[in-house]
């Protein structure tokens, strides 16, 4: 399938078709069984990232980026059965009917108390990482006890990412084309879609 980043020019006249639905990569039952096991690694790992006594265990704080990965952060936590805390913050990178990164900013605040936490960044896809590169940094700053991040997808990028950064949890490893559904979006649509499909945008 073409890559439709490198021809989204945006629609010319009121009868373009939509993008509509190319096909189904990862069925809805597969993220389910997936995101358990996420749940699992996760509850351990924060277990075992709590400072021993008499040292306190930091608390554990998800910060999901909104808006994309609201969907999965919502059935994560039903797997990290632990006292935890969401902090989410709201990262843009796209701006209406575009498939291109324009670069991340922060939308909202992000929490400025997660000094001695022990924090899970959680999003919906590593693409270009520069909006979790940003926000690594951002949490790092503040020292928390532990710091990790965790995506439902992690894009291929044969050429290099523009800005590298260590993922701890993936539940997917993808090839670099354009996804929508269980929380990723197109320009705001399909978010709702339970399964992730790749997308064909008319003309691309
Ligand atoms: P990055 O900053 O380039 O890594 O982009 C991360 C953000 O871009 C993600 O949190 C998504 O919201 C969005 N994004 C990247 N790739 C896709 C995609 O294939 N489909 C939908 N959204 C995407
Ligand atoms: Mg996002």
């Known amino acids: 399938m073409a890559d439709p980043r490198r021809s989204a020019d945006p629609p010319t006249t009121a009868r373009q078709a939509a993008p509509e639905i190319a096909r189904v ?18 509850t351990s790992t924060l277990t075992a990232a709590a400072a021993p006594p008499p040292f306190e265990p930091g608390p554990v704080v998800l910060v999901p ?15 990290v059965p632990l006292p935890l805390s969401i902090r989410p913050v709201t990262v843009s990178s796209y701006a209406g009917p575009s498939t291109t990164s324009a670069g991340a900013s922060v939308q909202s605040a992000v929490p ?13 896809i590593l ?25 439902l997808l992690r894009k291929q990028k044969p050429g290099g ?9 993936a539940c997917f490893d993808i090839d ?18 339970p399964d992730v499909a790749a997308l064909r945008v008319p003309g691309a």
């Open 25 to 42: 990569l990862i069925p809805r039952d597969a993220i389910a069984r997936r995101v358990r096991q996420l749940g699992e690694q996760i």
């Open 112 to 124: 400025t108390d997660l000094g001695g936490a022990r924090v899970v960044i959680v999003d919906d």
């Open 161 to 169: 990412r523009a800005e590298p950064v260590a993922v701890d949890f």
């Open 127 to 151: 693409d270009s990482g520069r909006t979790l590169g940003l926000l690594r940094r951002l949490i790092a700053a503040q020292e928390p006890q532990s710091l990790h991040v965790a995506v």
């Open 65 to 79: 980026v909104l808006t994309g990965a609201l969907v999965f952060v919502a059935d994560l936590i039903r797997h």
């Open 176 to 193: 670099d084309h354009f996804v929508v559904g269980y929380g990723l979006d197109y320009d705001g649509l399909f978010r709702n879609l």
